[in-house]
């Protein structure tokens, strides 16, 4: 069993900067296809980046060039870097890891950025 815990959500002004965390615990074996999502109300949940290897993420269109995703294998965390944050950032922000056949998910955090 996997669990995920998120940290670093809140409220920043636009063009600000914010840093996620996620720490996870229980059969973890590398952060490989492990990243983030995000949902707002009344839209499908969407990839905002995930590691893929440990030189290689994949990041959404809309925060390539803005965002960061890093991973510390000695503690089993992933940090989501967040700069020049834009108000359509804002979503409850989700920590996920895939393992195999199955995808855990971690209870999310909110990012507000106000105009």
């Known amino acids: 069993q996997v669990q995920l815990v998120e940290s670093g959500g809140g409220l920043v002004q636009a063009g600000g900067s914010l840093r996620l965390s996620c720490a996870a615990s229980?059969?973890?074996?590398?952060?490989?296809?492990m990243g983030w999502y995000r949902q707002t109300p009344g839209k499908e949940r969407e990839l905002v980046a995930i590691?893929?290897?440990?030189?290689?993420?994949n990041y959404a269109d809309s925060v390539k060039g803005r965002f960061t995703i890093s991973g510390d294998n000695a503690k089993n965390t992933v940090y989501l870097q967040m700069n020049s944050l834009k108000p359509e950032d804002t979503a409850v922000y989700y920590c996920?890891?895939?393992?195999?056949?199955?995808?855990?998910w971690g209870q999310g955090t909110q990012v507000t950025v106000s105009s």
């Open positions: 996920t890891l895939i393992k195999g056949w199955y995808q855990f």
């Open positions: 590691i893929i290897s440990s030189s290689t993420a």
């Open positions: 229980g059969s973890i074996f590398s952060l490989n296809n």
